[in-house]
């Protein structure tokens, strides 16, 4: 959908995008069985679960997508986008989560911009990620991050340029300006 609003001094895009796509076959990563039978592979220190590439009966990868642009004058603009994105396996009547889902992420952000000179900031986020929406096996690195999944982060970033003539121009960012975790 697309919707478009002017007059003047002043215009606003806002376009929203759905999707689906539905897979079969998909190849994803789940446990599996040793030779032998079982399902874990120790050494002298350490015992790990065994997995491997398989194909699942069908796989489902839906979202949606907000951008917008609003224009203020020949100036200014303020601009945002949010994401949102759900995957899952349907494998034997079972629905789990697909690897390689990103949680709800976006940026919203304001420029200046004149004839030789640019200022823009923006901040971008990511939402929350459960561990029980961490895919099987370890392509979405559950084991690497927190007990309760990958927590939300945003960063606050400044860019600037001026133009210096026909061939150069001088450019400057600063990303990540309150040094977050994220």
């Known amino acids: ?4 609003a002017g007059k003047k001094g002043f215009a606003a895009n806002i376009y929203l995008t759905a999707f689906q796509t539905n897979l079969t076959n998909a190849i994803i990563v789940d446990t599996f069985l040793a030779p032998d039978g079982s399902d874990f592979i ?15 009966d069908t796989a489902k990868i839906r979202g949606l997508s ?4 609003f224009y203020f004058g020949s100036k200014w603009k303020l601009d945002g ?12 009547g079972d629905k789990s989560p697909l690897a390689h889902i990103p949680p709800p992420y976006g940026k919203i952000g304001l420029s200046y911009k004149a004839k030789r000179f640019q200022l823009s900031g923006n901040i971008r986020f990511n939402g929350f990620k459960p561990i029980d929406q ?3 096996g370890t392509s979405d690195n559950a084991k690497n991050t927190y007990r309760e999944g990958a927590f939300a982060w945003h960063t606050y970033n400044v860019y600037s340029s001026i133009n210096l003539g026909k061939n150069y121009s001088i450019q400057l960012a600063m990303e990540n300006i309150a040094d977050l975790h994220y």
């Open 1 to 4: 959908a697309y919707f478009n």
């Open 42 to 56: 120790c050494d002298d220190e350490e015992c790990y679960r065994v997995t491997a590439s398989i194909n699942a």
């Open 66 to 69: 907000l951008n917008s642009i």
């Open 81 to 92: 986008s949010w994401s949102i994105t759900e995957g899952f396996i349907l494998k034997n």
């Open 134 to 136: 961490f895919g099987p």
